[in-house]
């Protein structure tokens, strides 16, 4: 259900709004936007064909512009005011980063789809939100790698700190794991590191990592402060 | 054997086979003492780096690039100690995998 001048309709059906109203064109000012300024999950199960004209129409309660429907006067100065603003760019520019990083981890996740209205400018708080989102998914895709199932992933490793852990399948799966785990990661450049094998990881969760052990073996380094602290994970 | 011998025990175990780096050791420390002052982590950390380097492992860069650890020039536990001590501030919370201060290994590596 989305949002509309009208009332709530399901996302795809064409809301009764203002006589004459057509669907408004986002694309102009913003990349980020297909041109009904919609966004949409990537298996496209938000883009529908009907738009409300001008009103904001969201699908969740969380974000963004959860503005009720105006009068066009209102909606007018609303909208001047967002164009005298010099770091509306900088921020439709974060927020299409954002959507664009979302994706990438989950790109089914529910807030991916809404519509908003021509040249809408996020707010700081969206911004903030949708980091949030972006942390809790990129904290989760981890969790769920390292504990498929609630229990540690492989067999415990050397030493008895049970985040040491043994996978087989040797160079190639570990290039597998460091990859799905990179997903809309940044490469930390630092010294000894520039390469690209250490990873920071979506909403500054953590890191990733890839090297060879002492004894030349592959292994993942992965460091979650805030949930695991560190796992290393060999593959033998 | 006391926890922190234990613990100390577990990354020599894994530094018969592996660099072991500070940001591992850190966070461990900080689960295994159930600890939430950050001076107090690196307190109780450096107890346990004291015992790796009693044991003969050596501090040093790490190359992530390459998978080579470069030794620092300090190779006297107390010295090694005392550049962690202060390349550590705990206002900044555990040492991180990109900024893990040094990682240890047998002397053997390099």
Redesign the interface.
């Known amino acids: 259900m989305v949002l509309t001048g009208a009332g709530y309709v399901p996302l795809g059906q064409e809301a009764p709004g203002k006589a004459g109203t057509n669907v408004t064109r986002f694309r102009k000012g913003n990349p980020y936007h297909d041109e009904q300024g919609l966004f949409t999950s990537a298996d496209g199960a938000a883009s529908g064909e009907g738009r409300a004209g001008s009103v904001q129409v969201a699908s969740r309660d969380k974000w963004p512009p959860v503005r009720t429907a105006q009068t066009g006067e209102e909606d007018d100065r609303d909208r001047a005011e967002e164009q005298n603003d010099p770091s509306a760019e900088a921020r439709q520019q974060q927020w299409g980063n954002a959507i664009q990083t979302l994706r990438a981890l989950d790109p089914k996740n529910p807030n991916l789809s809404y519509i908003v209205p021509q040249d809408w400018v996020p707010s700081d708080q969206n911004i903030a939100d949708i980091n949030t989102e972006i942390a809790n998914v990129a904290t989760r895709r981890a969790t769920d790698f390292i504990m498929p199932g609630g229990n540690l992933i492989g067999e415990q490793?050397?030493?008895?700190?049970a985040?040491?852990r043994n996978l087989p399948d040797g160079a190639q799966a570990a290039q597998a794991a460091f990859d799905y785990l990179s997903v809309g990661g940044k490469p930390?450049a630092?010294?000894?590191?520039?390469?690209g094998?250490?990873v920071?990881l979506p909403g500054n969760v953590?890191?990733?990592?890839l090297?060879?052990?002492?004894?030349g073996?592959p292994?993942v380094?992965i460091?979650l402060?805030a949930t695991f602290?560190?796992i290393?994970i060999?593959y033998r | 054997m006391e926890k922190i011998d234990k613990l100390a025990t577990s990354f020599l175990n894994e530094a018969e086979e592996d660099y072991v780096g500070l940001w591992a050791i850190a966070p461990t420390v900080r689960r295994d003492f159930a600890l939430s002052d950050n001076q107090e982590v690196k307190a109780r950390t450096l107890e346990v780096v004291r015992i790796l380097l009693d044991h003969g492992l050596l501090a040093g860069d790490f190359d992530y690039d390459n998978s080579k650890i470069y030794f620092w020039d300090e190779r006297d536990p107390q010295a090694i100690i005392a550049r962690i001590d202060r390349e550590w501030d705990p206002a900044r919370g555990d040492p991180t995998l990109p900024e893990s201060i040094c990682w240890f290994a047998k002397a053997r590596v390099q």
């Open positions: 490793g050397s030493g008895s700190d985040n040491v930390y630092g010294s000894y590191s520039s390469s094998k250490m920071t953590g890191w990733v990592g090297r060879s052990n002492d004894q073996i292994t380094d460091n402060p602290g560190s290393r060999h």
